[in-house]
């Protein structure tokens, strides 16, 4: 694919632009998208704004922080916006309305061609300039591009009749990321016209839905790759513009606000990628997209996923669900339990897993021994936290796993003689390979088996600060407590302490290791160790 460097932006106040500021261009404004110092909004208003004189554009920022109010402005409302401080009023002179694709192609990629064309005259050693000669260049250079790049650069339109497929036919890729584009109407104009068009890069714009998608997807019918992040989508919103992509085979959704999930249906079929990470997901509608038949990448990264189950499989066996997921992304969760591992066992073809910075990860003082247990309980991984898993590493995994939870398994019943060899079904749902490694690898000696030491000795005692993020007149108190200790007492006694009778607390605590990240404590019936607080945490206490 050839693909041509980046020259500079586009100049903001583009000379064709003041000639169109009409009064009649302003009249259809509401709706479209503009751009003003680099920020871009969408016209929510036309209008006079009293007590001032002459027209006003009501804009609603794509960034909430760029704007003032939430469209009314001394007691009247002009117009409404989703965040309380989205908008603010500018001058029509100040707003760009952008320019056309062809436009913004030939100032993109002028400067770099001027260079080139220097270069070919020099070498052909004539110095005069032939006439034309520049225009016929760009023209085969663009005509040549099957990747066109043009992030950020204000457009709003496809410009004169088939000008575009005139102009870069054989684009195979387009990222038309952060431009002015005002709806799926606007954009499949110009993608019409690229018939050859396989991938296309569309994050941070905000593009009105269309009331008839299955209409548009002849503008989309080669695509096989769109990217969406940062666009302001629902769930719902991307079911529906589904029916325009027949064919698409990678989606990316990253930081857009996706929460409930609900089932794709004659949609999104052929899906072989799906990136929903950053989006503040309702992790029990999670189960509605794992009947998607191609889907083999995953990414749920960032989405506040503690918990998945499989209901149709017990333990052992395999789930209906997601029959193609061979890679799955779960950094930066709440994932804590090990009974989250054990039901990624139940996946039919999972090889890749990355479940990094999880609180799962602190369950035990070396990072490598967590790996371990992961890699034991996932008999079919190859690649975990994106380090391949060889077989000896396996192996050792697997013998250390016998080991480590080796007095339990006697405890619970468990035998060396395998007529004999009953464990309880609690130790079998916690450990739903250990017969099969006995199996692998026989029972492990008596003198190999390892004291499993949790991880705070019983009467240790940590010493935790509790601070009140909300309330900076409280002083953080310092206090001695066992690891043991049962949350709904901490609590107790956080009500005498704080003097707080009968609010409902919130706790979370914040690790000394980790700084930043904030681990909820959500069951009052666990003991503080189960969620890895160390000696000298702090807790957070909040109350509504």
């Not at 693909?3 to 709706?31: F, I, N, Y």
């Not at 960034?63 to 029509?92: A, I």
């Not at 016998?402 to 060899?421: I, V, Y």
């Not at 107790?492 to 919130?506: A, D, V």
Request: proline share 5%; charged share 25%; with cysteine.
């Amino acid at each position: 694919m050839t693909s041509l460097p980046v020259a500079g932006s586009v100049d903001h106040h583009h000379h064709h632009q003041m000639m169109m500021k009409t009064r009649e261009v302003l009249e259809d404004a509401v709706g479209r998208r503009v751009s003003c110092d680099g920020e871009r909004g969408t016209v929510r208003y036309v209008g006079p704004v009293l007590p001032t004189t002459g027209l006003w554009l009501g804009v609603e920022w794509d960034d909430p922080e760029r704007g003032k109010h939430d469209g009314s402005h001394e007691g009247v409302r002009y117009f409404t916006c989703r965040h309380p401080t989205g908008g603010s009023f500018v001058r029509p002179k100040k707003a760009s309305f952008g320019v056309d694709y062809v436009t913004a192609l030939k100032q993109r990629y002028e400067v770099e061609l001027q260079e080139v064309i220097g270069e070919e005259l020099k070498i052909s050693s004539k110095t005069v300039m032939m006439v034309g000669f520049e225009d016929i260049k760009q023209k085969q250079r663009l005509e040549n591009l099957t990747e066109v790049g043009l992030r950020r650069c204000e457009v709003s339109g496809p410009g004169a009749e088939n000008e575009i497929r005139n102009t870069t036919p054989l684009a195979q890729s387009l990222d038309l990321s952060g431009n002015l584009l005002s709806s799926w109407e606007v954009l499949a104009a110009i993608t019409e016209q690229l018939e050859s068009l396989r991938e296309l890069q569309l994050s941070q714009n905000r593009l009105s839905i269309s009331s008839e998608p299955s209409r548009l997807s002849p503008a989309f019918s080669c695509l096989r790759l769109l990217s969406l992040n940062s666009c302001a989508l629902t769930w719902t919103q991307v079911l529906h513009c589904a029916p325009m992509w027949q064919h698409l085979e990678e989606l990316y959704l990253s930081d857009n606000d996706i929460t409930e999930l609900l089932r794709p249906e004659h949609v999104l079929q052929t899906l072989k990628v799906l990136d929903l990470s950053n989006n503040h997901i309702v992790q029990e509608t999670v189960l509605e997209i794992t009947h998607l038949p191609c889907l083999e990448k995953l990414n749920l990264s960032s989405s506040g996923l503690s918990v998945i189950q499989f209901r149709d499989a017990s333990a052992g066996n395999k789930t209906a669900s997601f029959p193609a997921l061979k890679t799955l992304l779960l950094d930066d969760n709440n994932v804590s339990e090990w009974c989250v591992v054990n039901e990624l066992e139940k996946l039919p073809s999972l090889l890749h897993l990355s479940c990094r910075r999880n609180p799962l990860l602190q369950r035990e003082k070396n990072p490598e021994t967590v790996r371990q247990i992961i890699i034991a309980r996932l008999s079919g991984l190859e690649q975990l936290d994106m380090r391949q898993v060889l077989s000896d590493e396996r192996r050792g995994a697997e013998l250390d796993y016998c080991k480590m939870f080796g007095l339990a398994w006697l405890k619970a019943g468990g035998h060396r003689d395998p007529e004999k060899n009953h464990p309880n079904t609690e130790f079998m749902s916690e450990h739903p390979r250990f017969l099969a490694l006995l199996q692998k690898y026989g029972a492990p000696e008596e003198g190999e088996l390892k004291e499993q030491k949790p991880f705070a000795l019983k009467n240790q005692l940590l010493t935790i600060t509790f601070v009140c993020p909300e309330d900076s007149e409280r002083k953080p108190i310092e206090k001695k407590l066992p690891g043991s200790m049962i949350v709904q007492k901490v609590k107790g006694l956080l009500h005498r302490l704080l003097k707080l009778p009968g609010m409902e607390l919130k706790l979370s605590y914040t690790c000394s290791k980790m700084s930043g990240r904030e681990i909820e404590i959500d069951n009052d019936l666990k003991p503080l160790e189960f969620y890895s607080v160390e000696d000298g945490d702090r807790i957070l206490v909040r109350w509504s």
